[in-house]
């Protein structure tokens, strides 16, 4: 079988057919519409996001689940980095300044009218990210780890 191909074409498993780390860079609002089904469902911590101006990016760590395993066995998680890079502003709904706040990721959506990337979390809270054009880079910063249940969204 030939190995996942991410965003920007490159292959993402290795010769043995086991997944590597995922890498992906997304460009394009598709691309965005993929990161946010790989996302989705990911536990941030408040204290592992921020925003630096000077840089124009905004970056976060994310428990994601891997929904990219799913013949793994047992359901998994796995930290992984998220740079969004063409940062402009950004913008806060329903977010707390408590550090130790964690937030359930449900979507990442973007807005090519009004040019905004907007980080969609349960409970109604979002991030909304002013870009000029699409960069975002995601990658696995280690191994997968067991997941103690698979999200559920029949409710």
């Known amino acids: 079988m030939a190995g996942k191909r991410s965003a920007d074409n490159t292959d993402i498993s290795d010769k043995t057919g086991e ?3 995922l890498k992906l860079h997304a460009q394009s609002s598709d691309d965005v519409e993929m990161l946010s089904a790989l996302l989705q469902d990911a536990l941030i911590s408040g204290a592992d996001m921020a925003y630096d101006k000077a840089e124009n990016t905004f970056m ?6 891997c929904w990219d395993l799913p013949d793994a066995g047992q359901q998994m998680r796995c930290m992984c ?5 063409s940062v402009g502003a950004v ?3 329903g977010m707390t ?3 130790t706040q964690f937030y359930n990721l449900l979507a990442i959506e973007y807005d090519k009218t009004a040019q905004h990337i907007v980080l969609v979390f349960s ?3 979002g991030i909304q990210l002013e ?3 699409i960069m975002i880079i995601v990658r696995d910063l280690a191994e997968p780890h067991p997941s103690f249940a698979r999200p559920d969204h029949s409710e």
């Open 19 to 21: 997944m590597s780390a």
């Open 60 to 65: 976060l760590v994310a428990n994601r689940y």
């Open 81 to 85: 980095g998220v740079k969004f890079g």
């Open 91 to 93: 913008r806060t709904r």
């Open 97 to 99: 300044a408590d550090k």
């Open 123 to 125: 409970g109604g809270g």
């Open 131 to 133: 870009v000029s054009s």
